[in-house]
């Protein structure tokens, strides 16, 4: 069962403000060439259902939707689209991503009118990443619909930064 998902503000991502020349850079080359650039955040938890407090079988799958935050200084917010409008293909690209080795494919392309999405894993780095994602990562899914699930690892998808672009529309 997929439980609607979460709008949140995340911890991990809550504004962005380039830190290195390299970061500088490359915001620069995108604002002078007329791009705007946003970026979006999303999870995913997996966890057994319990009832009557017996875990069973079956688990719940829950997608967190983090509300996106802008990189390019003439792109505000409200102009990015709607964090939800993009769950399909996110949840695709968590498969896509979770079925590969890290080394893998590492980008999850697509486009929703005139913004062109790149999705990219985030995944857990070391043990330290697994003491707040400690639930199941899933690791296929079925013809009849079903989850495989097992005990989410190290190099394990914790979440998807989707980089969102856009040419400037000029008036």
């Known amino acids: 069962m997929t439980i609607p998902p979460e709008k949140l503000r995340s911890g991990h991502l809550s504004h962005f403000s380039p830190q290195t020349e390299s970061e ?3 915001v620069k080359a ?3 060439e007329g791009w705007d650039v946003g970026i979006y955040l999303y999870g995913r ?3 057994p259902k319990v009832v009557n407090g ?6 719940s799958i829950r997608y967190r939707i983090n509300q996106p935050v802008t990189v390019t200084a003439t792109l505000k917010e409200r102009d990015l689209q709607d964090a939800s409008d ?19 494919q590492q980008n999850y392309e697509f486009d929703r009118g005139d913004w062109s999405y790149v999705a990219r894993p985030v995944r857990a780095a070391n043990q330290s990443c697994l003491q707040c994602h ?4 899933v690791i296929d899914k079925l013809q009849d619909g079903r989850f ?6 190290v ?16 008036n």
């Open 24 to 26: 500088l850079a490359t």
């Open 30 to 32: 995108f604002s002078d």
């Open 45 to 47: 938890r997996s966890e």
């Open 54 to 59: 017996k875990t069973k079988d079956k688990f």
């Open 86 to 104: 993009m769950v399909k293909d996110v949840k695709e690209a968590f498969l896509v991503f979770q079925n590969s080795a890290s080394d893998a």
């Open 134 to 137: 400690n639930d199941y990562a």
């Open 148 to 153: 495989k699930f097992r005990k989410r690892a």
């Open 155 to 170: 190099g394990d998808v914790n979440g998807i930064l989707l980089y969102a672009f856009r040419k400037r529309h000029i």
